[in-house]
């Protein structure tokens, strides 16, 4: 004869199956699926075509892999921002509240860049901008208030790849952590660029399941080892 289970117990039981199930589900979402990213976007309206779209996202990117010594050494192989395409001067937005830490720092991404410090603990960096920030160090600045311009990696020329590089760091400017999983927007729209070589990843032949799209790429420790000279890889 088939045990019943009290009405009382049957409930409970599918309230404890219901929470094991949320938290199995939660697991396997990126880290902070559900929660509002603390950023907004450091350029105005929507991406789109004729306005702005990522050339390259943050992380083990095939352009990145393939100059992971002679450019991103420093950044244990990876690209360690996001690259926003966008005409030159275009205005670039602070992502969120805080103080300008740096302008035209020793943190690359050349002619220009801006370091923003936010309360909660992270830094912004704005790189390969058209001049050198107007703002002070030290100056206080809100969410979606201009800071600077985007320009281009070959300076006023603009005529190479123009675009604001967005980093993410924390840990007093030594980490840099994943942008796509911080900034509110719309990144399946803004993933329309047109360098194959920094919209693909990647893949560790022997180990492929790891760093395969845009939110599940590494933090880094600047100064460390390579983390991605695979012996074997594709492309």
Same mark, same amino acid.
């Given at each position: 004869?088939?045990?019943?289970? /009290?009405?009382? &117990?049957?409930?409970?039981?599918? =309230?404890?199956? =219901?929470?094991?199930?949320?938290? #199995?589900?939660?697991?396997?979402?990126? !880290?902070?699926?559900?929660? $509002?990213?603390?950023?907004? !976007?450091?350029?105005? %309206?929507?991406?789109? /075509?004729?306005?702005?779209?990522?050339?390259?996202?943050?992380?083990?990117?095939?352009?990145?892999?393939?100059? &992971? !010594?002679?450019?991103?050494?420093?950044?244990?192989?990876?690209?360690?921002?996001?690259?926003?395409?966008?005409?030159?001067?275009?205005?670039?937005?602070?992502?969120?509240?805080?103080?300008?830490?740096?302008?035209?720092?020793?943190?690359?991404?050349?002619?220009?860049?801006?370091?923003?410090?936010?309360?909660? %603990?992270?830094?912004?960096?704005?790189?390969?901008?058209?001049?050198?920030?107007?703002?002070?160090?030290?100056?206080?600045? &809100? #969410? %979606?208030?201009?800071?600077?311009?985007?320009?281009?990696? $070959?300076?006023?020329?603009?005529?190479?790849?123009?675009?604001?590089?967005?980093?993410?760091?924390? #840990?007093?400017? %030594?980490?840099?952590?994943?942008?796509?999983?911080?900034?509110?927007?719309?990144?399946? &729209?803004?993933?329309?660029?047109?360098?194959?070589?920094?919209?693909?990843? =990647?893949?560790?032949?022997?180990?492929?399941?790891?760093?395969?799209?845009?939110?599940?790429?590494?933090?880094?420790?600047?100064?460390?080892?390579?983390?991605?000279?695979?012996?074997?890889?594709?492309?």
């Amino acid at each position: 004869m088939a045990h019943i289970i /009290p009405r009382r &117990r049957r409930t409970a039981i599918l =309230a404890l199956l =219901a929470l094991l199930c949320a938290a #199995a589900l939660g697991a396997a979402l990126p !880290s902070g699926a559900g929660a $509002a990213p603390p950023f907004g !976007s450091p350029l105005a %309206g929507p991406p789109g /075509p004729g306005r702005w779209f990522v050339s390259q996202w943050y992380g083990n990117t095939v352009w990145a892999y393939q100059n &992971r !010594s002679a450019v991103y050494g420093a950044g244990q192989g990876i690209h360690f921002g996001v690259d926003l395409a966008a005409p030159c001067g275009t205005p670039v937005l602070a992502i969120g509240d805080g103080t300008v830490f740096a302008t035209d720092g020793p943190y690359g991404s050349a002619p220009h860049n801006l370091v923003i410090r936010h309360p909660n %603990g992270f830094f912004s960096l704005y790189g390969h901008l058209l001049e050198r920030p107007k703002i002070a160090v030290g100056t206080a600045v &809100r #969410a %979606g208030q201009p800071v600077a311009l985007v320009g281009d990696p $070959a300076g006023e020329r603009c005529d190479i790849e123009p675009h604001v590089h967005l980093e993410i760091r924390r #840990a007093g400017m %030594g980490e840099a952590v994943n942008p796509v999983r911080l900034v509110a927007l719309d990144w399946d &729209r803004a993933a329309i660029g047109l360098r194959r070589n920094g919209l693909r990843f =990647a893949l560790d032949l022997d180990n492929p399941r790891p760093w395969t799209t845009p939110y599940d790429q590494p933090d880094i420790t600047f100064g460390q080892a390579l983390i991605n000279d695979f012996p074997r890889v594709w492309p």
